[in-house]
């Protein structure tokens, strides 16, 4: 019998299917693998689509700006919404410098680079976009990744090893939690930003150690607390990495993260960020010394295993870095949109959490009755999404805004009222 619950359809919780949530469907007591799909399709399609229950990869026929226009839950209808809801912080996925970028490396290269970074995949625009990376971080090196998820797996399962320790933040993103199990290093987590439960995780371990935490976390927006946390890891000579994928190109004044603006990056060893949040586009990148970045050529089986970043989206992506290296009043808008729409939600008395940054957590704290007021959102006009288990804790469910420094002030203003109106007729302020 495999570990844990062993629910079934059948054995329904008390408020019936619509209590169910993905970690019923873990495990079955039937030695067929696939009998693990029949409760779950039952659930999904019998159940939660049909009901509502679910909001989520409705189709978007536009580019993720402050307005798009996306399918209905069901397919039926085309809405026109407002949009809070995309990583597209500095608005560079459909900036026409980019697209033109891009268009050109097609015109060059033709869509995919056809083999592994390592092999045949390597073509000069990679090169320029490492280089460019490295120097913006002011790093000797900086390697490129297809996407931020498989930056992570790639990098810590190439460091550490059965016997090491990696102790992480216990918000940080999927991706390093999956890239610490794959290394089979021994785990522990931290109590979210706890420079004290960090030193207590830390006593008791010797030998190889990494310390993991964000800059700024992905689902409640809060800034890591890096000078004490940085002088707890370097008190007991563990390693550092950050992942600055929500505050890479918009934190500091020049905009290399988290750890510009404490002044911490030089104590910081490895520095990590996605192309997919501020730059608007794929990707993701390791900065710091030569001599990791030899390494993980070598070791990084997620990127040497794997068909290098697309030509014109490496391409984009270093036009959409020249534009955020040029233009810094973009992140000076973005800080003055966040600092508006914060006023408007304390007026409205709306929790939102410990969000210090651009990315603001509309607390629900209630899994059922999120998907509701998601509906009655997007019935008045506002696009977002529903967050629940497993990507934060059972009832930590909340929307999560994504200010943008191409919204303005009127589109702020109405997401604003929606939600303060939605809400109240919801029961929840
Ligand atoms: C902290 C963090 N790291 C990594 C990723 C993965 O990045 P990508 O979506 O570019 O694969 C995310 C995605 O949201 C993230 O929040």
Known sequence: M???????????????????????????SSDDIFAIFDPYNEWWYGHARNNGYYLYSQPMSTPPGPRIDLEEQMG?????????????????????????????????????????????GTMEIHVQLEKAIAKFKQKDAAMVFPTGYSTNVGLISALMRPGDWVIMDQNVHASIVDGAILSKANVRFFRHNRPDDLEKKLSGTSGKRLVIVEGVYSMDGDEARLPEIVEVAKRHDARIMIDEAHSSFLYGKAGRGVAEKYGVEDDIDIHVGTFSKALGGMGGFVAGSQSLYNYLMGFARSRVFSCALAPAVSAGVLQALHIAEREPQLR????????????????????????????????????????GIARALQRAGLYLQPIIYPAVAKNRSRFRISISAVHTSQQLDEAATILSDVLQAEGMR
Do not use: C
């Open 76 to 120: 039926h209808e085309r809405l026109h919404l407002l949009n809070l809801a995309s990583y597209n912080y500095l608005g560079l996925s459909y900036h026409p410098e980019v697209i033109d970028a891009a268009k050109q490396a097609l015109d060059q290269y033709g869509l995919g680079a056809a083999g592994s970074p390592i092999l045949s």
């Open 2 to 28: 495999p570990p844990g619950p062993q629910p079934s359809v059948a054995a329904a919780p008390p408020g019936g299917i619509a209590d169910f949530d993905y970690s019923n469907f873990y495990y079955s």
């Open 332 to 371: 000076e808008t973005l800080w003055s949109n966040v600092a508006h729409m914060r006023g408007l939600l304390a007026e409205a008395g709306i929790d939102v959490g410990e969000s210090t940054s651009q990315i603001i957590p509309i607390m629900i704290r209630n899994d059922r009755k999120i998907f």
